[in-house]
């Protein structure tokens, strides 16, 4: 059976979007030699206990080490605690709540270009641009040069091969290699804006980041700017994916679509649901620190373990009819943001920038339909769900 999962050219490994449920909760592949877990409320357990499955899978490879230092996703306690504390003022509710005007407004100038153009490519049109500049303006780098990130970031989500530990194709390596000449760029820019901020600073989380100290002590230059690589990256990829996935899910749900229409109370709860049914950031890494039973497997120390959220999210023990998009689900215990210490830090600017920009669609265009002549892609990557391209008739 064709699935619009596969028209829409979503990668093949991720079964649990073809209606097909995993055989198991927990299960070894000997092909990538790694654990796949795709049951909630496994994923769960392993998400609440940093001390048995570690964030640091870069110790298990070795040339990637040098992106780990400073990179808040991936330290364990009680380093997590003490990095996670620098900047997590800055993406408080009340200060994210503050952003809305100015998300509006970017929001607003963004749909301005495309109103008479009776045609919009949402993902360049909006969903790429918003959270790109907000993030850029957050950290005070120059946002004009988005261009250049995203030049650097897509290379990052090219890959369509899933890593694999055993069987390490020239591929693979080249692949990683090139992911690593793309990071550096990202990683060259920022260090020559966090020495700028060294000399001169500026009221932005990167000066923030330069004069911060932890146990009396500077972060290192490598530090600064992984976790700035990190915020900047983590900071829109995913909530463009957002956006257009849930303009998609809405289009491909008339109904679901007409009740958010008629009542946009339920466009929090459509974003919600849009998280839950394509989850942007479909996998997440950790490491044992010792031997452990899982979903009645029993795993030894040093195994990577493959969190598939994206599979979880459709798990029929935590989500009734967990295929059907419904955009009043509640309660909707998604796990697209993670859970336990290093539940995703922009959550709270993700969701409002979702709600304020799906508002403002829905409000400036009372036509909005995907084009029946050209099809959305997604991005190739089997650990990722997301629009890449969505064509839009808008009126
Ligand atoms: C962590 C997803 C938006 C910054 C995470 C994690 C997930 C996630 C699943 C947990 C990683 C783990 O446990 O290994 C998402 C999704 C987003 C989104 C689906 C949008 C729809 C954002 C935004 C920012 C951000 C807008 C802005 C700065 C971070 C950071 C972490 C994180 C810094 C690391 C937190 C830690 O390790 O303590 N995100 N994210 N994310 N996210 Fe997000």
Known sequence: MTTSADTWGIHQ?????RGIRPRQAVEYDPKTGMW???????????????????????????????????TL???????????????????????????????????GELLDAIADRGRAELVADLAYPLPVIVIAELLGVPSDDRHLFKQW???????????????????????????MEQVGH??????????????RPREDLLTKLVEAEVD??????????????????????TTTMLLGNTVLCLDAHPEQFAAVRADQSLVPSAIEESLRYFSPFAALGRVTNQEVELGGERIPADQLLFMWIAAANRDPREFREPDV????????????????????????????????ALNLLLDRFPK????????????????????????????
């Open 368 to 395: 909005l339909r995907t084009d029946p002549d050209e099809a959305p892609a997604f991005i190739p990557s089997p650990n990722m769900t997301g629009v890449r391209r969505l064509p839009l008739l808008v009126s």
């Open 216 to 237: 009396g002590e500077r972060l290192t230059d490598a530090q600064i700017v992984n976790f700035a690589n990190l915020l900047l990256i983590a900071g829109h990829i």
């Open 186 to 199: 990202l990683t060259d820019y920022l260090a020559e804006h966090a020495a700028e901020r060294k000399k």
């Open 13 to 17: 490994a991720q079964f649990w979007l």
């Open 325 to 356: 998009f419904d955009v009043t689900r509640d309660p909707n215990p998604h796990l697209a943001f993670g859970r336990g210490i290093h539940f995703c830090l922009g959550a709270p600017l993700a969701r409002l920038e979702g709600r304020v």
């Open 36 to 70: 796949n877990v795709y049951g909630h409320p496994e994923i769960q357990r392993v998400l609440s206990d940093p001390a048995t499955f570690s964030s640091d899978t870069t110790r298990l490879f070795p040339e990637a080490a040098q992106l780990s230092e400073g």
């Open 153 to 179: 970031v897509d290379a990052l989500f090219e890959r369509t091969q899933q890593f694999s530990l055993v069987n390490r194709s020239a591929e693979q390596d080249r692949d990683i290699e090139r992911a």
């Open 73 to 107: 996703t991936r330290l364990d306690p009680p380093e997590h605690q003490k990095l996670r504390k620098l900047v997590s003022h800055a993406f408080s509710r009340k200060v994210v709540a503050d952003l809305e005007p100015r998300i509006a407004a970017l929001t």
